[in-house]
T-cell receptor, first 117, second 113 residues
């Protein structure tokens, strides 16, 4: 049971390049999300998914695309990288929103540190 | 819109002293509440979470948090700090569960010998 796996761990892009950040979970979680972490700003929600084929925007979706073709995978695509997208990106997943369940909560990946030059 | 306020971007304590990290939320109904810890260059680890009916929530590593509806607070405490507790701590809240988890800006805990 690997939990939430993010690849790559580090990436340097040039302005204008595109790339995909990968996220996979093996816990059969329905819910998956992408966050970005910037100094002094905490984590902000980019996009989320409540199941295969269903995605929606979060707080800071501009410049990012997502899709959810399977339960396990939730890739994040940067269409045309900009220096403002330099950040640490975290993927998270959750099985249940019933807070009385023992397994209620979110599991985070270890992050992808992205630098756009 | 719901929001989370963590008072103090940095908190310094001596080893063995009480740790108190503050978190206030804005919500008219009891939300979902979490505390996460992040060690340098690592992901987020769940410390504890608020569940229905419990006002005092116990988490890992000796941490606990008290839910006070009247004060809209969910402060994190630990009776005696260890050097290994040095990390950044995030309070997070959601009204609807998973979809829109809102994080505070974080508090960096510094522990001195």
């Amino acid at each position: 049971n690997a939990g939430v796996t993010q690849t790559p761990k580090f990436q340097v892009l040039k302005t204008g390049q595109s790339m995909t950040l990968q996220c996979a979970q093996d816990m059969n979680h329905e819910y998956m999300s992408w966050y970005r972490q910037d100094p002094g700003m905490g984590l902000r929600l980019i996009h989320y998914s409540v199941g295969a084929g269903i995605t929606d925007q979060g707080e800071v979706p501009n410049g990012y695309n997502v899709s959810r073709s399977t339960t396990e995978d939730f890739p994040l695509r940067l269409l045309s990288a900009a220096p403002s997208q330099t950040s640490v990106y975290f993927c998270a997943s959750s099985y249940s929103t019933d807070r009385d369940r023992a397994d209620y909560g979110y599991t985070f990946g270890s992050g992808t540190r992205l630098t756009v030059v | 819109a719901q929001s989370v306020t963590q008072l103090g971007s940095h908190v310094s304590v001596s080893e063995g002293a009480l740790v108190l990290l503050r978190c206030n939320y804005s919500s008219s109904v009891p939300p979902y509440l979490f505390w996460y810890v992040q060690y340098p260059n690592q992901g987020l680890q769940l410390l504890l979470k608020y569940t229905t009916g419990a006002t005092l929530v116990k988490g890992i590593n000796g941490f606990e948090a008290e839910f006070k509806k009247s004060e809209t607070s969910f402060h994190l405490t630990k009776p005696s700090a260890h050097m290994s507790d040095a990390a950044e701590y995030f309070c997070a809240v959601s009204l609807t569960g998973f979809q829109k988890l809102v994080f505070g800006t974080g508090t960096r805990l510094l522990v001195s010998p």
